[in-house]
């Protein structure tokens, strides 16, 4: 079983940038997939980021070229890198992990999840 724990949220202004990561602890971290979802207030929870094991990186369509996933598998983390913040983007960003080797955008594939951290961005 894998444990996750986001930090790296926080209070910036449009157009700033925050870099989160994700701790993983428990199971063999480099054999999952991982994914970054977020939930604004009063929407659905959506994908955001994901990395294969292997390493493939894709990303939804509005977070293209503002947002970076990167995986560390000798310190057991994921990370997200997200450049000119927009006010849209404010959410709270969970990390998630998945036993399926193919790109997964849903969140029913993914078994594991963190508590999340909250992203709020100023205009």
């Known amino acids: 079983q894998v444990q996750l724990v986001e930090s790296g949220g926080g209070l910036v202004q449009a157009g700033g940038s925050l870099r989160l990561s994700c701790a993983a602890t428990?199971?063999?971290?480099?054999?999952?997939?991982m994914g970054w979802f977020r939930q604004a207030p009063g929407k659905e929870r959506e994908f955001v980021a994901g990395?294969?094991?292997?390493?493939?990186?894709y990303y939804t369509e509005s977070v293209k070229g503002r947002f970076t996933i990167s995986r560390d598998n000798a310190k057991n983390t994921v990370a997200l890198q997200i450049d000119s913040l927009k006010p849209e983007d404010t959410a709270v960003y969970y990390c998630?992990?998945?036993?399926?080797?193919?790109?997964?955008?849903?969140?029913?594939?993914?078994?594991?999840w963190g508590q999340g951290t909250q992203v709020t961005v100023s205009s």
């Open positions: 428990g199971g063999t971290f480099s054999s999952y997939g």
């Open positions: 998630a992990a998945t036993r399926t080797p193919a790109i997964a955008t849903v969140s029913p594939a993914y078994g594991y």
């Open positions: 990395i294969t094991w292997r390493g493939t990186t």
